[in-house]
Structures are given as structure tokens and as C-alpha cells.
């Protein structure tokens, strides 16, 4: 079983900064993919920033410049920190990993973290 914990996230003005921590934990071989999406209500998922395991990132355009991602893969923790927080930022984020559970198997599976509420005012 595979769980992903996020923390972070609450109440910040406009212009201000948060950062978010996931922590990926259970049955875990390797991890490739790691990132953060965001879902407002009556809207569908979007991606925020992923980020593979070498390192290699891409981000949504609308965060470019403000937000970066980063990840320490020997704790299986991905990480985003959000600066110039505008109002259009408020939302609930998701942590996302793709985890391949055992070493006999080729299968990745995508995980979701519970959802942090992150809200912006102006």
C-alpha cells in the first residue's frame, strides 16, 4: 500500500509565499514522476509543476517564474514553493507520484495525495 501525505498550504496575501511538502511512504520500489496538480471547483484537474527523477521539471505557464519544484528522492519527498501568490492560485493542490511498487514489476501506478487547500487574498 502507498500513501501520499501533503502538508503545507493555508492563508496567504496576495504577493505573498507557501511552500508544500508531500511525502510519499509503503511499498515502494522507485518513484519517476512526481508532481503537483490543482482542481477548483467545476473544473478539471491541471497541472501545476512535475518532475521527473533525474530532475528535469516542467511547469504550468501560468506559475512559470513564480513557483519551482524540487524533489530529495532518497526520502521520496517532492516539494513546491509557490512565491508571488496571486488570488487566481486559490484552490486545492495534489501531490502526484508515479511509483512502481516491486522490482519484478515493470507497472506504474499513479498515486494522489488527500488535497491541500491553498488560498490566496487580495
Known amino acids: 500500500q502507498v500513501q501520499l501525505v501533503e502538508s503545507g498550504g493555508g492563508l496567504v496575501q496576495a504577493g505573498g509565499s507557501l511552500g508544500l511538502s508531500c511525502a510519499a511512504s509503503g511499498t515502494i520500489f522507485s518513484i519517476s514522476s512526481m508532481g503537483w496538480y490543482r482542481q477548483a471547483p467545476g473544473k478539471e484537474r491541471e497541472l501545476v509543476a512535475v518532475?521527473?527523477?533525474?530532475?528535469?521539471?516542467n511547469y504550468a505557464d501560468s506559475v512559470k517564474g513564480r513557483f519551482t519544484i524540487s524533489r530529495d528522492n532518497a526520502k521520496n519527498m517532492v516539494y513546491l514553493q509557490m512565491n508571488s501568490l496571486k488570488p487566481e492560485d486559490t484552490t486545492v493542490y495534489y501531490c502526484y507520484a508515479a511509483i512502481r511498487g516491486a522490482s519484478h514489476s515493470t507497472v506504474e501506478l499513479p498515486y494522489w495525495g488527500q488535497g491541500t487547500q491553498v488560498t490566496v487574498s487580495s
Open positions: 518532475i521527473t527523477s533525474g530532475g528535469r521539471t
